[in-house]
């Protein structure tokens, strides 16, 4: 079975400070890996994925993660926040075959005070 | 990149009244799609897998007789939620698989069902 496990649930932070927000997943077989962002009362965005490859994906708003297998985690980064980032986030990992459904976390709630 | 669509967003409807929700996926064809709840401020719960061509999957808890799913092409999927109640409201999210793309899953936006 898979679980992932996101263990803040609210992250708040000042603007233009860096952020991490953590996942760490369990499973026996090979994954894939993403991060979606949701704003309020929207559906869920792809912020990035892991699928093979390098260990450190990055989005185009500068977000990045990094994959670490021994440690089975996928921590969430940015350097530096904006208002504009104040969004909850969810982890999520699906099987390499089969059906390829996600299972989420909890989601963190990052909130970028001014 | 891929599109999935929700229609309607939100719908208010009456106590044992049923409510149709579609999810379309507008450039790529999608013979699987799923079905996710999401309770206020909690995560995405999976609700079942819709096959197109045959009867969904339900994940275990759902009643499958409540919410009827049903995938008639590759690009249309719908959840009726059937004699409606209170506590049947919550935020309902699509997704659709693009085979043409490993791994991702593609969201639509969202209904939002409230149950007067």
């Known amino acids: 079975a898979q679980s992932v496990t996101q263990l803040d649930s609210q992250v708040p932070v000042f603007e233009e400070a860096p952020v991490e927000l953590r996942c760490n997943y369990s499973?026996?077989?090979?994954?894939?890996l993403f991060w979606y962002v949701q704003y309020p009362n929207q559906g869920l965005q792809l912020l990035l994925k892991y699928l093979s490859g390098s260990t450190l994906v990055e989005s185009i708003n500068g977000f990045e993660a990094e994959f670490n297998k021994s440690q089975t985690s996928f921590h969430l980064r940015k350097p530096s926040v904006h208002i504009s980032d104040t969004a909850e986030y969810f982890c999520?990992?699906?099987?390499?075959?089969?059906?390829?459904?996600?299972?989420f976390g909890t989601g963190t709630r990052l909130t970028v005070i001014p | 990149g891929a599109v999935v669509s929700q229609h309607p967003s939100w719908v208010i409807c009456k106590s044992g009244t049923s409510v149709k929700i579609e999810c379309r996926s507008l450039?790529?064809?999608?013979?699987?799609m799923f079905w996710y709840r999401q309770f206020p401020k909690q995560s995405l719960m999976l609700m079942a897998t819709s096959n197109e061509g045959s009867k969904a999957t339900y994940e275990q808890g759902v009643e499958k007789d409540k919410f009827l799913i049903n995938h008639a092409s590759l690009t249309l999927s719908t959840l009726t939620v059937t004699s409606a109640h209170p506590e049947d409201s919550s935020f309902y999210i699509c997704?659709?698989?693009?085979?043409?793309?490993?791994?991702?899953?593609?969201f639509g936006e969202g209904s939002r069902l409230t149950v007067l």
């Open positions: 997704s659709a698989r693009d085979p043409g793309r490993t791994g991702e899953l593609f």
């Open positions: 999520a990992v699906s099987y390499q075959t089969g059906a390829n459904n996600l299972f």
């Open positions: 499973s026996s077989v090979s994954v894939y």
């Open positions: 450039d790529f064809q999608a013979t699987t």
